[in-house]
């Protein structure tokens, strides 16, 4: 026989705050649960009964609330000669008032959930299969509920930077979209954050351990940042006293024993003892002269 | 010559300007996008700013482009595979010449030549290069 959340918590010697504590529900929505405002939500509902040790369907869905006043013992007349008041009748529910419609705040706040979920009205009176106007506070406000955590889901969907990621990890697995999607379960659109992620992780590992099964390609070493050769070139033919002949890009030659050099100029001794420096900027190329043999 | 060399050059031959200058010229907030394609070693640069540049330097634009996919890089890997296999290349210089040979070593600035037939090393500044190509099978 289903007990009201409340009276089983209390039997547990438990308070809001532990249940929510080990539950991971919110305490708000647990009182909200409580005071019989909104049926336990279906995601709630396995955390609570996990939480206090009880199978789900122990648990009412709707609870009665709980009774605010206590039966107390009988007091002692009172010495005073004013008459006693008027007291409610000791154990009697307080009398609910009849739920009123739907107020006006929450239909503005509906309409706002609904067009952050793409949603008309007609769309939702259509899945709901009533009017918006025909609801009851109490209806309502458990509408908004649910729409406020569609509306958080959808807040949480998975960020194009990670869809991006998943189609690329897929692309060096051979995994097209299609196959993607089937193994999420669901378009990668719909996918929530944590999915992705878990997603994303799976395929980095299976990334890995692909790659770890492959030879590791030799990567060419591109030196960009390195002139050595050219500076050990340039050296050798400074010790030895070599001729060199440079070929500007006007067409024009010059040609001489190095006498210094920097990473953007070579200064040459002319046959006729004249020193010229070249700025790299204007050598196409350059060679020892004929006949000086080396490299 | 890269795009980025190109640039360099250009800028050289319009008096040395800042890209502070050219940015401003034709109607950057800043130089970055200039800067960028005058340092990096890859292919950089947008059709638009290119046409702007073109215009600024009187030069036509197809220029510019053909040269954005001659980078720096796209030449280190054919200079670097050209050498580990041994291949015959030509290499094409913007004066005209035409060098044939094989790479013995290249670095920063410039591409030993081993050249066909006498053997001798020429010294090729890379920024001569306008194009290059596999001599195998010719």
Redesign the interface.
């Known amino acids: 026989m289903p007990e009201d959340l409340w009276k089983i918590r209390q039997r547990k010697k438990m308070s809001v705050a532990d249940l929510s504590a080990k539950s991971g529900v919110p305490a708000l929505s647990i009182q909200e649960y409580e005071l019989g405002q909104v049926a336990i939500r279906a995601a709630d509902l396995p955390k609570l009964a996990k939480a206090l040790y009880v199978e789900e369907w122990d648990i009412k869905l709707l609870s009665e609330p709980i009774p605010t006043s206590r039966p107390r013992r009988p007091s002692r007349p009172r010495p005073s000669a004013s008459p006693p008041r008027a007291r409610k009748e000791k154990g009697s529910k307080k009398e609910r008032r009849p739920p009123g419609p739907i107020t006006e705040g929450q239909k503005v706040y509906l309409d706002r959930l609904l067009t952050k979920l793409d949603l008309s009205r007609e769309d939702f009176e259509a899945k709901l299969g009533r009017s918006v106007e025909s609801l009851t506070q109490e209806e309502a406000r458990e509408q908004l509920k649910l729409l406020q955590e569609q509306v958080r889901e959808r807040n949480q969907r998975a960020r194009e930077t990670q869809i991006a990621h998943i189609l690329e990890l897929g692309k060096k697995l051979e995994m097209d979209r299609p196959a993607l999607e089937a193994e999420a379960g669901k378009p990668l659109t719909e996918l929530s954050r944590r999915e992705a992620s878990r997603l994303l992780r799976d395929l980095q590992e299976r990334l890995t351990a692909k790659q770890a099964a492959t030879p590791k390609r030799k990567r060419?070493?591109?030196?960009?940042?390195?002139?050595?050769?050219?500076f050990n070139?340039l050296a050798r033919q400074q010790e030895e006293g070599a001729t060199l002949v440079f070929?500007l890009?006007?067409?024009s030659v010059f040609s001489g024993q190095i006498v210094g050099f920097s990473?953007y100029s070579i200064t040459i001794r002319e046959p006729g003892g004249d020193e010229v420096t070249l700025q790299?900027?204007a050598?196409?190329?350059?060679?020892?002269a004929?006949g000086q043999g080396?490299? | 010559m890269s795009l980025g060399d190109y640039l360099r050059y250009l800028r050289a031959l319009h008096g040395g300007m800042d890209t502070w200058t050219i940015a401003r010229a034709i109607g950057l907030e800043h130089p970055y996008p200039i800067n960028e394609i005058e340092q990096r070693y890859r292919a950089v640069g947008d059709d638009d700013l290119l046409a702007k540049l073109a215009t600024y330097y009187d030069v036509p634009v197809e220029d510019l482009r053909w040269r954005r996919e001659r980078s720096r890089k796209a030449f280190t890997i054919f200079a670097d595979e050209a050498m580990r296999t041994g291949q015959t290349v030509r290499l094409h210089l913007r004066m005209g010449d035409t060098l044939e040979g094989r790479i013995t070593w290249w670095d920063l600035g410039a591409v030993g030549l081993q050249r066909t037939g006498d053997g001798e090393i020429i010294v090729v500044q890379r920024h001569a290069v306008d194009e290059w190509e596999s001599a195998a099978g010719n």
């Open positions: 060419a070493h591109l030196p960009e940042a390195v002139d050595e050769f050219e070139y070929t890009f006007d067409g990473p790299k900027l050598i196409a190329y350059y060679r020892r004929t080396g490299e």
